[in-house]
């Protein structure tokens, strides 16, 4: 019964998908997302790249169904969003052999796509709940 009240709710009120953090901003980093990556990738399903769902503290080259580059797939990268960064900036640099030719020369830009990102990515719990013994 809630679950229908709040899928009723949704309806109404339009759900976008964007959960928590600020819409703020979210949305210019959605807009550079749909500008910049939605030709290639999508959230929540694998196209010329990896779907994105989650990828804020994923192994690089784990989503189990993509055939990754040999290089992605051996690095030991974590996207964290520091590494994300350096990925944006420069992939060949961060891994070579790389099959991603995208480079994303301003920081500013960098960072809100990391948000809108990080706001597609359920498996970053909040320290409280990790850092508890
Ligand atoms: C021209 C197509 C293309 C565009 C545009 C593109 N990507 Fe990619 N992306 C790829 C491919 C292909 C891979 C897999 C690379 C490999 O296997 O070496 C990838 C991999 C990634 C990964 C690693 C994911 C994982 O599961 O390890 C991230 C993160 C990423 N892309 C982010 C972005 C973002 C953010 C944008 C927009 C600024 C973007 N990409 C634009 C093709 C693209």
Redesign the pocket.
Known sequence: MKIAMALLACSLTGWHGVTQANPDELAPGQA??ES??????SVSTN??????QN?VG??????PD????T???QSK?V?TEEM?DR??SN?EAL?P??????R?RSAE??RL??AY?KSQSTSTSPPSLTSKH
């Open positions: 550079l997302y910049k990556c939605l030709k290639c990738h196209e010329v790249g990896p779907r994105h990828v994923r192994r690089a080259g784990s989503v993509f055939v990754y580059s290089a992605l797939k990268v996207w994300l990925w944006l992939p891994i052999g790389q099959e991603m030719d995208v994303v830009e960098r796509l990391i990102l």
